[in-house]
């Protein structure tokens, strides 16, 4: 099923938090999020938490605007780009604001949420299906901030897709991506806390797989990250 690590947003690299595109989460105050996961049977109401999983690391927030440093968004589930040529693209932060229809107040183990990343110039997709899910109060959205570190897997020219799904509950408004580039991502790295560098998973720990250079143009590969059951329909119309 996937293992991942909570841990409060408060306690986490400033750096880190801003490389996720959350550089005034300190002006915020102490908001809560309720979260549910797969294996447990009730969400449980939390102070705010990142959660580290093995490639991917992302976090909820009560919120249903995306911020305005996203400079690449669009409205609806999904957005399209040309990765530009003039920086050296490290990773990428994905940002998408959603609801519940019906004002539905949990979401079952089969809600299916995921973020789909798809370089369509190389062939190469990634599919994120997160162990926790965020669950918005009635009338209310949610944000779901996602940070995948590709180092050098993305090219200037490539052209990629971007998607966020779920079942017919989970409806999303807004998608979008906020680059961070090599240089960017290097001074984050270096100030990233003694703690945070001990952790199992950590968002600079690991790369999200495949190799953009043997990867045939002709040949579609997915990669499945997170928590996906054996049978997941979603992955299966990729």
């Given at each position: 099923m996937g293992w991942f690590k909570l841990e409060p947003i408060g306690n986490i690299d400033v750096e880190i938090?801003?490389?996720l595109g959350?550089?005034?989460?300190?002006?915020?105050g102490s908001p809560t999020v309720t979260l549910s996961n797969r294996l447990l049977e009730n969400p449980r109401k939390l102070p705010l938490q990142g959660c580290h999983e093995e490639h991917?690391?992302?976090a909820y927030l009560p919120e249903s605007k995306i911020p305005t440093w996203f400079n690449i968004k669009n409205i609806?589930?999904?957005?399209?780009f040309i990765v530009p040529s003039l920086f050296r693209i490290q990773a990428l932060s994905v940002c998408s604001?959603?609801?519940l229809s019906n004002n539905l107040k949990y979401l079952d183990h089969n809600y299916d949420a995921h973020t789909i990343i798809n370089n369509t110039t190389k062939s190469l997709i990634w599919s994120h299906s997160p162990n926790v899910i965020g669950i918005p109060e009635a009338d209310e959205d949610m944000?779901?901030?996602s940070y995948w570190k590709f180092e050098n897997q993305l090219k200037g020219g490539d052209e990629l897709n971007i998607s966020v799904v779920g079942n017919e509950d989970f409806q999303v408004k807004e998608v979008g991506v906020h680059l961070v580039y090599k240089e960017q991502e290097e001074k984050s790295s270096q100030s990233t806390s003694e703690e945070a560098s001990q952790l199992q998973f950590s968002v600079y720990g690991n790369v999200v797989p495949g190799n953009a250079f043997t990867v045939h143009p002709v040949s579609r590969k997915v990669f499945r990250l997170g928590c996906?059951?054996?049978d997941c329909w979603i992955c299966d119309d990729l």
């Open positions: 938090m801003n490389n959350l550089p005034n989460f300190g002006s915020m991917i690391f992302y609806g589930s999904s957005i399209s604001i959603y609801a944000m779901w901030l996906h059951w054996w």
